[in-house]
């Protein structure tokens, strides 16, 4: 099936600074990728869709000029969290369609931000 | 909007027990509904998904049944395994190529 990696898969920052988390489909051409957010033991929550060529759609409550979306190419799109606070420390998990029209997803592993 | 409640967990259950899991959704129109996987420390996985009133979807011995009269996609097994234990995602999409809404999650916990 089709893989979707993220990079990295782990991360501890001091709070304060900026981290960007890579999500890239490996073996196929995503127009549209989907963030969302999944703090222990809660489901995941739609932060935003990434589009290639154009600017992301923001969820409501989501801070667009702290989590910064980039889809730069058809195989990246990047999250950049712009000064990290304890709060934001959570799971962070990229996804998606393979295929425009189909509604099936490939997940990234998720990378988990830690925030001191 | 659309939306997702599935049986709050924690579940345990013994190897070889009958698991049921279930899953009730709100949506317009006709959405595709999905269950997904997540093992300790992994990311999600499909594990079976329909597309449509009356499609069963099965995988590894898990199925569930879209049933449209009474918005439900209930996850059935009807011997778990402890390889089985992981948090269980009802889902479902309007269409194709929007995001996923997510239920709350129903963690499994199969003890030998």
């Known amino acids: 099936g089709a893989v979707v990696s993220q990079h990295p898969s782990w991360v501890i920052c001091k709070s304060g600074t900026s981290v960007k988390i890579e999500c890239r489909s490996l073996?196929?051409?995503?127009?549209?990728m989907f963030w969302y957010r999944q703090f222990p033991k809660q489901s995941l929550m739609l932060m935003a869709t990434?589009?290639?060529?154009?600017?992301?759609?923001?969820e409501q409550g989501v801070e667009k000029d702290k989590f910064l979306i980039n889809h730069a190419s058809l195989t990246l799109s990047t999250l950049t969290v712009t000064s990290a606070h304890p709060e934001d420390s959570s799971f962070y998990i990229c996804?998606?369609?393979?295929?425009?029209?189909?509604?099936?997803?490939?997940f990234g592993p998720g990378t988990r931000l830690t925030v001191l | 909007g659309d939306s997702v409640t599935q049986m709050e967990g924690p579940v345990t259950l013994s190897e070889e027990a009958f698991l049921t899991i279930n899953c009730t959704y709100t949506?317009?129109?006709?959405?595709?509904l999905f269950w997904y996987v997540q093992y300790p420390g992994e990311g999600l996985q499909l594990l079976l998904k329909a597309t449509k009133a009356d499609d069963k979807g099965s995988n590894k011995g898990f199925e569930a049944t879209y049933r449209k009269e009474t918005t439900s996609f209930h996850l059935e097994k009807g011997s778990v395994q402890v390889s089985d234990s992981a948090v269980y995602f009802c889902?479902?999409?309007?269409?194709?190529?929007?995001?996923?809404?997510f239920g709350k999650g129903t963690r499994l916990s199969v003890i030998a």
């Open positions: 990434s589009n290639e060529g154009s600017k992301a759609t923001y």
């Open positions: 949506a317009t129109g006709y959405p595709s």
């Open positions: 996804s998606a369609p393979v295929l425009a029209g189909v509604d099936e997803q490939f």
């Open positions: 889902a479902l999409t309007p269409s194709g190529n929007t995001p996923l809404v």
């Open positions: 073996d196929f051409q995503a127009t549209t």
